[in-house]
């Protein structure tokens, strides 16, 4: 991108493409979380911006497009922007339960957001089949990030599970429950709502200590 003059004060003209329409998605993905996305129309978009719809079309093409962005900026608020925590979001290094509760309160806090809602309340049949597509290949890491963290625990014998799949779904099924109960004017903090999600999660998965310890001795011996 080429040095802005006056220190960055002044935007050139692709920045203030690039401004707009994120200002666009806000809005939409504030309008839609109000709506819903079927009830939402570019019109309805458009009138929240205090645009026309032909100013509308300068930025997106469609209601579709608008989606398929703000569902792929809710996935970037979970695994971040970085390649390298793209890769590996969820540090291996810290314990199974850290990893775990650090996966909880990113997904907390993505799916508070207007973004995040979006991509959970909005169903994927709504979607055009290109972005229905292409939204299931960009989710399919984040569930095996899961997998990797709750197999990793029930491996080391901290995690009681019997079955893998029903086990995360069960995690997901009660985060994304969370935008259609919780409100940013709750007298819960959203801080208090990760922690409170932490713990009921890794409460609900922990092993008893003295079980944990016969299991880790248990895949010691089996490791001779």
Not at 1 to 13: C, D, H, P, S, T
Not at 65 to 84: V, Y
Request: glycine share 6%; hydrophobic share 40%.
């Amino acid at each position: 991108m080429k040095k802005l003059a006056w220190g960055g004060v002044v935007q050139n003209r692709e920045e203030r493409h690039l401004l707009k329409r994120q200002v666009v998605l806000q809005v939409a993905a504030k309008t839609i979380r109000q709506k819903g996305y079927n009830q939402t129309t570019l019109t309805d978009i458009s009138g929240a911006l205090h645009i026309s719809k032909p100013a509308l079309y300068y930025y997106f093409e469609s209601k579709d497009q608008i989606m398929f962005e703000i569902q792929h900026l809710a996935i970037d608020m979970l695994l971040d922007d970085s390649p390298a925590d793209r890769q590996n979001p969820f540090l291996p290094g810290l314990s199974v339960t850290d990893r775990l509760a650090q996966f909880v309160r990113r997904y907390v806090r993505m799916i508070t957001s207007d973004y995040g809602a979006c991509l959970i309340l909005t169903s994927r049949q709504a979607l055009a089949p290109e972005s229905r597509r292409r939204l299931v290949g960009a989710l399919r890491p984040i569930d095996q990030f899961m997998k990797d963290i709750v197999g990793d625990g029930i491996a080391e014998g901290f995690f009681v599970a019997s079955n893998l799949r029903l086990t995360t779904s069960f995690i997901f099924g009660a985060l994304n429950w969370i935008p259609t109960w919780y409100r940013s004017d709750d007298t819960t903090s959203l801080e208090d709502l990760c922690e409170a999600m932490v713990a009921h999660i890794v409460g609900a998965l922990s092993a008893p200590p003295a079980t944990s310890a016969a299991r880790k001795v248990k895949k010691a011996k089996a490791g001779r």
